[in-house]
């Protein structure tokens, strides 16, 4: 069975910003870089217009604040479509059959709010919401009502937890299917596609929208195997 961190080491991110030729392996070297693009783009002195240099993109903006959170959602939306890319690498699964001239499309951005317990706080950037909720799990793994049922991970799998956002209460088995839950509040995803660029909160998700375009042929899945 493949680990995440082993497909990750399979194709480098690329970025797609104008005629960029930046390439790494690393995530956050990826998201830096990206982020120098928004530091040192032009704008429209006449219009005051930003212009979205993204291939395939044409989106624009008058607000600064929306533009960075736009861009910083390419490279998000880049990360995970690369480590779909890479799972192809690794795993016998289909490719995508869908119009890639969309691989690049992404849905209309406002600011991420967090609804854990009583946090309220506001964040621009899906990664800073994401760490941000993820800690809230942090928290609760290290909380005393836990920590007493169980001394080691093994243990925590036994532990039943209620999940605190707002509106919410549902009880699961573990922290770690809290985590897993979670994910349906913050709209985490996981994994792209990188021919049409649909995201995905689960690797089966993404490998079930592949094998159900195959029409009229074999396909061995051997996921499982490997």
């Known amino acids: 069975k493949c680990t995440d961190a082993q497909i990750k080491k399979t194709v480098k991110i690329e970025c797609e910003w104008k005629k960029c030729t930046f390439e790494t392996l690393d995530d956050q070297t990826y998201l830096s870089h990206v982020s120098e693009h928004f530091q040192s783009m032009e704008i429209d ?3 005051e217009l930003m212009s979205c240099k993204w291939d395939l993109c044409q989106f624009n903006t008058l607000n600064r604040n929306d533009f960075f959170r736009h861009l910083h959602y390419h490279a998000y939306h880049t990360t995970l479509k690369t480590f779909g890319y890479g799972l192809y690498q690794i795993i016998n699964i289909p490719v995508c059959q869908g119009d890639s001239k ?3 499309l992404i849905p209309d951005l406002s600011d991420y709010f967090c609804y854990w317990d009583e946090c309220r706080d506001t964040f621009v950037t899906i990664t800073e919401f994401i760490e941000h909720v993820n800690e809230h799990i942090c928290k609760l793994s290290n909380n005393s009502s836990i920590m007493k049922h169980s001394q080691n991970e093994t243990k925590m799998k036994d532990v039943k937890v209620n999940c605190e956002w707002s509106g919410c209460g549902k009880l699961v088995q573990n922290i770690f299917e ?16 990188p021919n049409c660029g649909q995201l995905f909160s689960t690797k089966l998700l993404f490998i079930n929208h592949c094998i159900r375009q195959v029409v009229g042929r074999e396909f061995k899945y051997d996921f499982l195997s490997q």
């Open 102 to 104: 969309f691989r690049n």
């Open 178 to 193: 809290l985590k897993r839950h979670l994910r349906v509040h913050s709209q985490q995803k996981i994994i792209g596609c």
């Open 45 to 47: 002195e006449e219009e």
